[in-house]
């Protein structure tokens, strides 16, 4: 039993720290600008098949393919935000929440027609490693540790770099930022850049060790918006610990009654903290 | 942090909820690539002179509509055997009547409610002498109360579930074995190849039909004396199999069994294999006797799965002198290389099964020497034979009438050939097999 635990303990981690990196984006973005970014799920699906397509067409490493994908990511958070959120940024909320669903339905309908709702693999393995009665997949462990120094980048750019400091002061409070001569309309949209490109290389982590289809990135958004709230609202440190929590959840509560009870518990947990602890556990922007 | 966008969040995530079920509940595309159908051409009346007739078989395919692919294949399985019997001059009665056929078919569209009017005017309007099932329980089930209600015998295929034949019908006779019995094979090969295996995990996709063959395997195996140490459904949706993989390991089953359709099974298998689980066999339903299964590499080799019928199986009048059993029809090496020659690929289970439903009808008439339905009937219910889709045998009991009782799945398993490719063995029953199967699995 002990060995049990420990081992679905940490693969519940592994998973856990991608969860959290997807979350990540979803909070940084509603942290900063107070919009629910409805277009998360599809932007993880680009992720998955821009690293699917570099790597299966034209032979790119997908660690590689996840630098390229970033770069993309981030222009394209950019494009993203001033055709679909720039002109709703000051509009009661329904809005921005109107406007970045059609950006999901687009990039839904759009993904649906090229690549149909069937599954794909990135066949890439990196064998396993065998650490004493514990044995984890190659990808999934470089996918974990490349999530974390995603992480940590983000980190260092948000607390260390003028940008980030801006994009902290934007979120704190935007009339002053701007009374400082901060650009805010620029400083937004690198926030929303920064936001979609940590769903789309949390996507590319996903499909180095799951199949992917074009649907696929819905659940992540529906377990992102549960780690949201057990972490603290725009709060990307809290999502890294909601994301461990979850992955927790689905590794452990298996083995001791059935699989479909995940789900049960992560939502019954999600309304709990909602009830009991609405600024999450981690406490919530202010 | 307010409340109000507390509550939009929480508003918002239960909309997501909801759009997430919605989507799940959508129907898988077909898997793309065939052919468009084609009508089926009606069956040339022989202008034989005197005591000549033409025998109508009515039934529907699925030109249109989700189940396109599959019915497409039995399609033209069935008109095949037609164009065959046809060929050859027809069926000559004791009476020295000669008997041809000729097919009556209309598009069902995949759905239940046309099946039901186009069934009704296939043996009204149409004189349907007998019937074959449309692709699928779910139409066929439609189907099946017409036969009753008109009293033509019909032949099932394309149609597992055993639902059907426990409605108390007495005209409907299956070709394909029942779902119920899908994985039963599995563990009767289990006993064969190591008596020493006495545990097995029934792990399943939560669907109504592996949930069934699932229930029907559990039942089984705990007869035959296994002792079942896991049995526990999964989410149609799963992609990350990790957590109950580690729950499996720690039941320590001998072998692994279940599965559901193509995408988890492949998906499981994929990481069964990553986690390098110690196990000695594996049996997965649906996925592994895809062609596409292959594309796994080292995590395909040694898995099994059950099939309706494979082009490799051996089934020959040799392999039915050996089994004590009559033989009838083609041999399995016939019908595969004349359907590859025709369609240019080979033969899907689908397209043997419409095939087979024809060659079934065929020989009842004959051994009645009769196109009168009730003897024919009688002739069914006495029908004990091997074709080349394997063992054909019906229930003839009151509760499940019509469930097939004689056709064993045949399991398959991917080896590697010399040159280190993967293959598509058949590797159970005995009767059928292709090779040996290895086991325990690397």
Redesign the interface.
């Given at each position: 039993?002990g060995?049990?635990l420990i081992?679905?303990a940490l693969?519940?981690l592994l998973?856990g720290v991608i969860y959290g990196l997807a979350a990540m984006g979803l909070t940084l973005i509603?942290g900063v600008m107070?919009v629910?970014n409805?277009a998360h799920?599809p932007l993880i699906a680009v992720g998955m098949f821009g690293v699917y397509l570099l790597f299966t067409f034209l032979g790119i490493n997908p660690f590689v393919a996840l630098l390229i994908m970033a770069v993309i990511g981030l222009l394209l958070g950019f494009f993203i935000y001033f055709v679909a959120v720039n002109r709703v940024i000051d509009a009661p909320?329904l809005s921005s929440?109107l406007s970045t669903f059609s950006v999901n339905m687009m990039i839904i309908g759009v993904g649906t027609a090229l690549l149909?709702?069937?599954?794909y693999?990135v066949?890439y393995?990196l064998g396993?490693f065998e650490f004493g009665f514990f044995?984890v997949?190659g990808a999934r462990l470089m996918a974990a540790l490349a999530a974390l120094v995603v992480t940590g980048l983000l980190y260092l750019f948000m607390y260390r770099t003028r940008p980030g400091k801006y994009i902290r002061a934007v979120a704190d409070n935007r009339a002053s930022a701007e009374l400082m001569g901060i650009p805010s309309t620029r400083i937004l949209a690198l926030a929303f850049g920064i936001g979609v490109m940590l769903a789309v290389v949390a996507g590319g982590l996903i499909a180095t060790i799951?199949?992917i289809n074009i649907?696929?990135g819905?659940?992540f958004?529906?377990k992102s918006?549960?780690i949201?709230?057990l972490g603290g609202?725009?709060n990307p440190l809290g999502a890294l610990f909601g994301g461990l929590i979850l992955g927790l959840i689905?590794?452990?509560?298996?083995?001791v009654m059935?699989?479909?009870w995940?789900?049960v518990i992560e939502?019954a947990l999600?309304v709990l903290i909602?009830l009991v602890r609405?600024?999450g556990l981690m406490g919530?922007?202010? | 942090?307010n409340r109000k966008?507390?509550f939009?969040?929480?508003l918002?995530?239960a909309f997501?909820?909801l759009?997430?079920a919605c989507?799940g509940g959508?129907p898988?595309?077909a898997a793309?690539g065939e052919e468009s159908a084609q009508a089926p051409a009606a069956g040339e009346a022989a202008a034989a002179e005197g005591g000549a007739q033409e025998v109508v078989i009515g039934f529907t395919a699925s030109q249109t509509g989700k189940y396109n692919v599959e019915s497409d294949r039995q399609t033209t399985g069935l008109q095949m055997w037609m164009d065959d019997v046809n060929n050859a001059g027809g069926i000559t009665l004791g009476d020295g009547t000669v008997l041809t056929f000729k097919a009556v078919s209309y598009d069902d569209e995949s759905n239940k409610d046309r099946v039901q009017e186009l069934y009704t005017r296939l043996a009204t309007e149409d004189n349907a002498d007998f019937l074959i099932s449309p692709y699928s329980s779910g139409l066929t089930a439609a189907a099946a109360v017409i036969a009753e209600q008109y009293g033509k015998p019909m032949i099932t295929t394309g149609a597992a579930s055993d639902a059907t034949y426990k409605q108390g019908y007495t005209q409907v006779y299956q070709a394909y074995t029942p779902a119920s019995r899908y994985l039963t094979s599995a563990v009767d090969m289990l006993t064969a190849l190591d008596p020493e295996a006495k545990k097995i995990a029934i792990v399943y996709e939560?669907s109504k039909f592996s949930t069934g063959v699932a229930e029907a395997a559990q039942a089984y195996a705990q007869e035959k004396g296994y002792d079942v140490v896991l049995f526990?459904?999964?989410?149609p949706?799963?992609?990350?199999f990790?957590?109950?993989i580690?729950?499996i390991?720690?039941a320590k089953p001998d072998a692994i069994m279940g599965g559901g359709h193509f995408?988890d099974g492949?998906?499981f298998a994929?990481q069964l294999n990553?986690?390098?689980v110690d196990v000695k066999a594996v049996t997965l339903l649906v996925a592994p006797p895809e062609p596409t299964f292959a594309?796994l590499?080292d995590a395909a080799l040694g898995v099994t799965g059950p099939s309706q019928w494979e082009p490799a199986a051996k089934y020959s009048e040799e392999a039915a002198q050996e089994a004590g059993l009559e033989w009838f029809g083609p041999s399995s090496d016939e019908f595969t290389s004349a359907y590859e020659s025709a369609k240019g690929e080979a033969p899907s289970y689908h397209a043997a099964g419409g095939y087979a439903a024809g060659l079934l009808l065929q020989k009842a008439i004959q051994d009645a020497d009769s196109v009168d339905p009730a003897k024919v009937k009688e002739a069914l219910d006495n029908l004990d034979v091997m074709i080349f889709f394997g063992h054909e045998k019906f229930d003839t009991s009151e509760e499940s009438h019509g469930l097939q009782v004689g056709h064993d799945m045949i399991i398959i398993q991917w080896q590697k050939d010399d040159s280190g490719n993967l293959v598509k063995q058949v590797v159970w029953p005995p009767a059928g097999a292709t090779a040996d199967p290895i086991y325990p699995i690397p």
């Open positions: 039993m060995e049990v081992t679905s693969d519940g998973i509603f107070d629910i409805l799920g909320p929440l149909t709702t069937s599954s693999n066949e393995s396993s044995r997949p799951l199949p649907l696929a819905g659940s958004e529906l918006f549960v949201v709230v609202l725009g689905e590794g452990l509560v298996p083995v059935k699989t479909t995940v789900p939502y999600f909602l609405p600024q919530a922007k202010k | 942090m966008s507390l939009l969040l929480t918002v995530a997501a909820l759009l997430a989507a959508a898988a595309p793309g939560n526990e459904g999964y989410d949706d799963t992609k990350d990790n957590a109950f580690n729950k390991e720690a995408q492949s998906t994929r990553e986690k390098g594309e590499g």
